[in-house]
């Protein structure tokens, strides 16, 4: 069940104000107080049912799962402006006006209004790891253990320029959800991924490969569920992550994080590369005993966290 916690009065990273903030949650398992806290940051096409009837996560997150909810208290908030929640003065206009700081933010005050000072885990993938890298850094304190999932602290070159062609089909074309959603399945699965599941295979009722009609499905998909408003505002904050803007370095910013931190990658996932988290993990381990890297080995690019439940399971089993 969506709940809601209005926050007043934002000043964001850029120095503008939001007068008010509609910022809505779910909650999973035992009440708040009764259990420990697992934070769940949702993707760019994501929301806050990670779990339960429609969940996105049901494969990771649930009765019995790897984050059982008989067992841990797991809270998901919607990002303002993703449309999930019908919330109409959360329908941003102005697709730039917060980055992934400003988000984290926000989410802090809503942990604030619910006597949440301490996480036992926040976890999320894409762009909600990002998120997850940034509440860290605001609040050193707060999460026991930081689970960055197919992500990364900042927004690379090659991610800011697939942002950057998303962002100019959102701006130009005639069916601008429909058609970015086009382009970012290529960005969010691999070459062997769709080698292994179409193999040039053709529809002959369509009149097209079923490469071709697997992508115009997902492009009608998106187009009947997310708004174009979520989607430039979705892609803006993906394309501007960076825990160390404004501040040092990210062996200084991340040594002073206290959480546990596993980064976990994907070997194939061209989106948020495997060797970027190798280079973050080399860099941390000098500054951090309690730093880890681990990889999901599949042939399905940067999805496989929304595929690979078993080997996702496996590796935070340690943790849950």
């Known amino acids: 069940m969506l709940q809601k916690i209005n926050i007043s009065s934002f000043t964001t990273v850029k120095g503008k104000r939001v007068d008010k903030i509609s910022l809505t949650y779910e909650i999973f398992g035992p009440s ?21 009837k429609n969940g996105w996560w049901n494969g990771l997150i649930g009765e019995g799962k790897c984050i059982d909810t008989n067992k841990y208290t797991v809270l998901s908030f919607n990002i303002p402006g993703n449309g999930y929640d019908g919330v109409e003065e959360n329908l941003i206009s102005d697709y730039n006006l917060f980055n992934a700081r400003d988000i984290a933010t926000i989410f802090l005050k809503g942990l604030e209004r619910l006597s949440i000072n ?4 926040a976890i999320g993938g894409s762009v909600g790891g990002g998120i997850a890298w940034e509440l860290a850094a605001l609040k050193p304190d707060l999460i026991q ?15 800011k320029a697939n942002c950057l062609v998303q962002e ?3 701006l130009n074309s005639i069916n601008p959800v429909h058609d970015a959603r086009l382009h970012a399945m290529l960005m969010y699965r691999s070459p062997e991924s769709f080698k292994v599941k179409f193999n040039r295979t053709y529809n002959e009722d369509k009149s097209m ?7 115009l499905y997902h492009g009608e998909k998106l187009n009947e569920r997310f708004t174009l408003s979520a989607y430039k505002e979705l892609n803006y904050i993906l394309a501007n992550i960076d825990i160390t803007k404004g501040r040092e370095g990210i062996e ?17 996932d061209v989106f948020f590369t495997e060797s970027e988290d190798e280079i973050t993990y080399q860099k941390l381990k000098k500054v951090k005993n309690n730093v880890t890297h681990q990889v999901i080995d599949s042939a399905h690019g940067h999805d496989a966290f929304l595929i690979e439940f078993e080997q ?9």
Do not use: R
């Open 32 to 52: 708040i107080g009764l259990a420990p806290i697992v934070l769940v940051n949702h993707a760019l096409t994501g929301n806050s049912t990670v779990c339960g």
């Open 118 to 121: 301490k996480l036992y885990a």
């Open 145 to 159: 253990h930081l689970i960055p999932v197919a992500t990364d602290w900042k927004s690379t070159d090659w991610l």
């Open 168 to 170: 100019q089909i959102l």
């Open 209 to 215: 490969f079923n490469i071709e009609s697997w992508l």
């Open 252 to 268: 200084e910013v991340a040594g002073n994080i206290d959480s546990d931190i596993h980064i976990i990658s994907v070997n194939s």
């Open 312 to 320: 996702l399971s496996k590796l935070l089993k340690g943790i849950f």
